[in-house]
């Protein structure tokens, strides 16, 4: 029951807690918005395919827990610690952008493009693993089953330029 829930429960969370962060920062900064939405949104997938490189395929107990997606790509896996440590990343990405900029709004508004790019990056994982996704994501999906058969390219999931910038990109030809 708790193991069904969990995803989407995830989703719930993640969701409101960037509708919070935008709800507080809109009325005082919506120019700042604009800028630190998409800013939040490229931290976060940068963090997906680094934290995807390096601890989920190095030598970590988050690595056996990914080899356990790597096994059997169809299910769904969700722990207490994957639950959690989100919200862990995000708590210390608010911290480090109010050190920066002083200003807790828009340290507000990066988290809040993080947690949509992050519950946009599972959606989307569980989207490419599935029989019924449309035919347009063939290729990312292809790409990203390449990453399954070849562990040391194509990191990125939600977003695969990431592979080009660090020269891990495998395309259908390799
Ligand atoms: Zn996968
Ligand atoms: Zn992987």
Known sequence: ??????????????????????????????AVVLFALPVGWLV????????????MHGRTPAAREHARHHARPDAEQIDLRSWCAPFFFWACAWLIVVAVTASPPAAGVVVAGGCLQYSWFRFFHRVLHAPWRPRWLDGAAAFHARHHAHPRSNFGVSARFWDRVFGTWRGSGA
Request: glycine share 4%; net charge positive.
């Open 44 to 55: 976060g997938s940068f963090a997906e395919y680094t934290i995807h490189r390096f601890l």
């Open 1 to 30: 029951m708790i193991a069904r829930i969990a995803s989407p429960l995830h989703h719930a969370v993640t969701l409101a807690l960037a509708a919070m962060l935008l709800g507080h920062a809109l009325p005082q900064a919506s």
